[in-house]
């Protein structure tokens, strides 16, 4: 849900819209309880543990924070009383302090999925439990065993099962009807179909507007999981690139999209977000002096234009089911146009330049903000893209500057082949050089071995 969160919130609150934002932590589950069980561990206070992780990890991803958290273990309350309504109502029935729901009851089960029950039955993996009435009832309330935490309840001690807390905590803060549902593309069977069923049978009129799924992420094409040794947090990602690039390349594929994170994925993304904000670091520098006063009426046509399709694309695709990558190919115009403005001759001596120049970095400023990609500072977060290369690279920043200072005289003795060798080894890590005027200066690049990839690839 959280990369959906990427854009969701941010726009529809750009829309107008007022936002309530419910993220659920599932801190009571049999995996949980598991791994808990095998470090010695309260399953609690592990949860908590890692929802703190997470928590922060979503921090430095740029995502709003949510307008309420709610845990399960919080909620036990309002998860019996939900289920007491289902009981109630003629959906679920108990047996030996299990409480299953009853899926013949709901005719409609299978909506959200396209399955049938005879679907279910043939190839789901359910738990064999003869005492169920049909092989995919599912359990709403686990009595106790062993070693797992547990609660009071009507039907004896024990605890929910996973799928009746998200239909009693989206109840409890938004209501039994609401517009906005989101998850993996892995829970739209069973979880949120059995979502559905549960709160349509504690409250006939409970309804989602929409579903909202996210494709997988895979790795170098192939499914991301912990048996191939392919599986890679957050934090080990970002400890070698910076998280708004992490951010930028996650939204450069449609969220419903599975998602293929590869080194020269990350470098291009890496590579992509410095040179949007060295854009507008520059052209931020040249506007400051100025204090330059937007009027639409001076902006030239050929700007107006520019500014005018970028906003028209952008809203047309963040309302066309939130198409960020869409976004990310449309700025590249606006961007080369505040390049040619602040560097070519004819840029430079174009009639209103430093209004287009403040018109464009607006709308560009505008929409990365919308986007979550709007850095606090320019100059910041340009020197951090930096040390993250230099890591990558395995080098610190007096190093490459010496190799400058070799270049700059291998050059001076006319000694070419030494002097191309030495930018072609650290092109080679991932460090550009580039000369001007004023002398040599570097910036992060993608590694000469993933360009020469990409372009095979291409």
Known sequence: MSLLMFSTGRYLRHLGC??????????????????ANKLGEDPISLSRRYCEEFRQDMIYLHCLPPSVEPRVSDHMPQIIDMIKQILDNGYAYSVDGDVY??????????????????????????????????????????????GEPCWESPWGLGRPGWHIECSAMSAAYLGYSFDIHGGGMDLVFPH????????????????????IHNGFVTVDSEKMSKSLGNFFTIRQVIDLYHP??????????????????????????????????????????????????IRVDLIPPDTANCVNNFQNIFEASMSDDLH????????????????????????????????????????????????GLMPTSYSEVLQQLREKALKRAKLTEDQVLKKIEERTTARRNKEYEKSDSIRKDLAAVGIALMDSGEGTTWRPAVPLALQEQQVTAT
């Open 192 to 211: 949120h179909e059995n979502e559905i069923a549960q709160s349509c049978a504690a409250c006939k009129q409970s309804n989602i507007s929409y579903w």
């Open 18 to 35: 007022e936002v309530r934002y419910v993220r659920n932590f599932t801190d009571v589950d049999d995996k949980i309880i598991a791994r």
């Open 324 to 371: 960020t990558s869409v976004v990310m190919a449309a700025i590249s115009d606006p961007l080369k146009t505040i390049n040619d403005l602040l560097h070519t001759r004819k840029g430079k001596k174009q009639d209103l330049r430093m209004e287009s120049l403040a018109a464009l970095e607006r709308i560009i400023r505008n929409v990365l903000t919308v986007l």
């Open 244 to 293: 708004l690039a992490l951010r930028l390349f996650l939204m450069g594929t449609h969220y419903r999209s599975p998602i293929n994170y590869s080194d020269g994925q990350l470098e291009s993304a890496s590579d992509r977000i410095f040179y949007i904000y060295q854009t507008l670091h520059d052209c931020e520098n040249v506007l400051s002096p100025n204090e330059v006063a």
């Open 101 to 146: 729901f009853n899926v013949d009851k709901f005719p409609e089960y299978g909506r959200l999925s396209g399955r049938n029950l005879e679907d279910n039955r043939a190839g789901e993996r359910v738990a064999v439990d003869s005492r169920k009435k049909n092989p995919a009832d599912f359990a709403l309330w686990k009595a106790a065993k062993e």
